[in-house]
């Protein structure tokens, strides 16, 4: 039903012509896209040249303020929906690269709806136009079936038919007559061709299509490197590292093959190759900032901390707008560093009393008596009579010697005491204890003296 209503509507000459006018501003849209995608690469590829770029800050619509790019390198990169990421200005040019593809295939798709669009339109004018002529010649057509037409009785040929019929065919008998190849023109050809063989002509020079030009050396080289660029971003490292190894063969002197090389090494895990390849680029090329990086990655797999911090300080000095550089070196730097925490003296051993020798108990406290207070505050807190008793000192128990059996003797809890028979009493703990009613010393007064 959908595709015989999109029929319909491609029928109908203003619809028809609607949708050209949709497609052609969809292209415009696209081609403005692409252009804009150019002067945004052009202009980032301009950035990583200065360190600084005075440029004009607008504020609002009509105000503008002067200001200034810092970290010229590092470019926010919109990677498709929401989804951002941070990029070199090299990497954010090959992400426009990327998305300038994508639209030159939606250009190319709708410029073939274009045409296909264009091609129904001429069908619906020439359909018009039939019908046109149709009204003013007063042309009917013929709306009979097959059926009724076979109904009708068929009449007899006559002898102008005849004629015309075999006319026709005599036409066709001499025309195949000619097409036919002549025994005699074929035998004079091969004729030729033999005689030919025998002066060393080539026989196929005229037939012989022209063999495309060779390509030159850094074309080979440009072709196996895309070649292994593309099997690189598929995650097919071994194969990449084939494409790359064969155009090491024909150019040595390219820094970036080594380096590609080196990367896809190290995507394997072959850190000691990744870091010989590593080697020979930033030989090649001493300030390339990404032979320095892949060789600072590849001592830090292999756990050489220290040369891998001296590498990455190296690619921070060639490329100071790169702060990661410079934290990766501050991380390798801190593992090289022995740890600061030493380990603690160990505590000294618990001495612990002969068996043979009892445990004394703890002898009480006496707390030091109060001092004397005045007659007056005396007088007033406390109206009763004072009585001095002697204290005596009880006399130490003796505990139970420590038991050396298999169970260890239960220590003594803090709520333990002794009586005056010597019996050890032991007081837990039973429920919550009551808060301490405090009394203010204002207050002590005043009942002291109401008594």
């Known amino acids: 039903m959908a595709q015989a209503a999109t029929a319909i509507d491609l029928a109908n000459p203003r619809l028809l012509q609607e949708k050209l006018e949709r497609t052609r501003e969809q292209i415009l849209a696209l081609q403005e896209d692409v252009d804009k995608y150019s002067d945004v690469a052009a202009t980032i590829a301009e950035l990583p040249k200065k360190l600084k770029h005075d440029v004009m800050v607008p504020i609002g619509t009509r105000a503008m303020m002067p200001g200034k790019i810092v970290r010229s390198n590092e470019i926010l990169a919109h990677l498709g929906d929401e989804y951002f990421a941070w990029k070199t200005a090299v990497e954010a040019v090959d992400v426009i690269d990327r998305k300038k593809k994508a639209l030159a295939k ?87 061709l033999e005689a030919m063989e025998d002066r060393g002509d080539d026989v196929d020079e005229e037939t012989k299509e022209p063999e ?28 990449s590292i084939d494409w790359y190894t064969k155009a090491i063969d024909l150019d040595s002197s390219s820094h970036i093959l080594y380096g590609n090389r080196a990367a896809a090494y190290h995507r394997l895990k072959q850190y000691t190759k990744a870091l010989a390849d590593a080697k020979k680029a930033v030989e090649l090329d001493g300030s390339w900032v990404k032979g320095h990086y892949r060789m600072a990655s590849a001592l830090s797999a292999l756990e050489r901390y220290e040369e891998a911090a001296e590498a990455f300080e190296q690619a921070f000095e060639l490329c100071p707008t790169d702060e990661k550089l410079k934290q990766q070196a501050n991380e390798m730097r801190a593992k090289t560093r022995p740890s600061a925490s030493a380990p603690s003296a160990p505590a000294p051993a618990k001495v612990l009393p002969p068996k043979d020798q009892p445990t004394p108990s703890p002898t009480p406290v006496v707390p030091p008596p109060p001092a004397a207070a005045s007659d007056s505050v005396a007088s007033k807190v406390f109206s009763g009579s004072i009585l001095e008793r002697d204290v005596v000192q009880e006399k130490p128990v003796v505990s139970a010697p420590a038991s050396t059996g298999a169970f260890p003797t239960r220590r003594p809890s803090r709520f333990m005491g002794n009586n005056p028979d010597g019996k050890v009493v032991t007081f837990e703990p039973v429920g919550q204890p009551e808060p301490v009613k405090r009394v203010s010393r204002f207050k002590a007064q005043r009942s002291g003296g109401a008594q």
Do not use: C
């Open 212 to 239: 495309p030009p060779a390509l030159s050396k850094e074309e080979q080289v440009a072709q196996l490197k895309a070649k292994g660029n593309d099997a690189f971003g598929k995650r097919r490292f071994k194969e």
């Open 106 to 192: 939606q250009i190319k798709a709708e410029e073939e709806s274009l045409d296909a669009l264009q091609e129904k339109k001429k069908d619906v004018n020439n359909l018009l136009d039939i019908q046109k002529l149709y009204e003013d010649e007063n042309i009917k057509e013929i709306h009979e079936t097959e059926e009724e037409s076979e109904s009708h009785l068929v009449s007899r040929a006559t002898e102008e038919d005849i004629e015309n019929y075999f006319e026709i065919e005599e036409e066709e008998r001499v025309k195949n007559e000619g097409a036919e190849w002549d025994w005699d023109e074929m035998m004079k050809r091969v004729e030729e």
